[in-house]
């Protein structure tokens, strides 16, 4: 069974930060990309960050220098260090991992709320 769990959303005022993590088990095959995804109410889906298993970072010019993701390709795990947060960063924000044969994960999301 795929699972992706994420963990580490909530309620932060503008400027501070928020650790998201997330847990991928029972993809097959190896897991070549894990990131985060993010959607607001009325929004698409977009791009936060991702990172492959041979360190190559993505990230969306909105959250650069903000954010770090990371990654252990061992425990296949990814989190997200989101610092500076600002209220534009409030969103559903999604755990995704991709394998080897190009399948996509998604986790079910988890809650980012940043006060003004």
């Known amino acids: 069974q795929v699972q992706l769990v994420e963990s580490g959303g909530g309620l932060v005022q503008a400027g501070g930060s928020l650790r998201l993590s997330c847990a991928a088990s029972?993809?097959?095959?190896?897991?070549?990309?894990m990131g985060w995804y993010r959607q607001a109410p009325g929004k698409q889906r977009d791009l936060v960050a991702t990172?492959?298993?041979?360190?190559?970072?993505k990230y969306a010019d909105f959250v650069r220098g903000r954010f770090t993701i990371s990654r252990d390709n061992v425990e296949n795990t990814a989190s997200l260090q989101m610092n500076n947060l600002k209220p534009e960063d409030t969103a559903v924000y999604y755990c995704y991992a991709r394998n080897s044969w190009d399948n996509e994960y998604w986790g079910q999301g988890t809650q980012v709320t940043v006060s003004s």
């Open positions: 029972g993809i097959p095959a190896r897991i070549d990309e």
């Open positions: 990172r492959t298993r041979g360190g190559i970072r």
